[in-house]
């Protein structure tokens, strides 16, 4: 198996036993789908860098299909577009609960947090990155988002006690 960076659709039981059989011995986690909210161009949701403890850099992104990634080719989306939508008070909202889904990892400095917007308008967390913080050009406080995680390292004093977490392997 290869990640062609290219959404596929399986539909042969031959081929969905053979990408199971690969993948069910590594662990996997099954998600329920959560329709996105659509604007004009697409489907889109939001990926918030919460740097900190706090909501920076963050970015709307669209697609035709269910997965919004950027690398798969999908764009960024008009987030005055989105925030126009919601409202204010909805918008802010989502990046509180960006905030709240990182401070579930008190011991991690940054992380990128997808929140989707389902069709009712309600943020979700769709998941917690440690590495999703590649957003070029997007600046937050006259900082890029490497610059913030910069200088959010060299704020935060270093804790020397951390080991690294036991994964725990269900059957």
Known sequence: MINSLQVQSYTRLTEIQTILGLLLPQGMIAERWIPKLTLPGG???LR???I???ARHRVVRQSHHPMTNLHLGNRRGDEAALRELLG??????????????AACFPETLYA???ILI?????????EINAFGDLL?????????ACAAMARAC????CRTDLRPPTLERRP
């Open 43 to 45: 489907a889109v949701d």
């Open 48 to 50: 918030v860098l919460v």
């Open 52 to 54: 900190a403890g706090e």
């Open 88 to 101: 204010t008070c909805r918008f802010e909202a989502a990046l509180r609960l960006a905030e709240q889904a």
């Open 112 to 114: 990128g947090v997808d």
């Open 118 to 126: 389902d069709t009712r308008h309600r943020p979700l967390v769709g």
């Open 136 to 144: 070029p050009g997007l600046w937050h406080r006259g900082e890029t």
């Open 154 to 157: 060299h704020d935060e004093p």
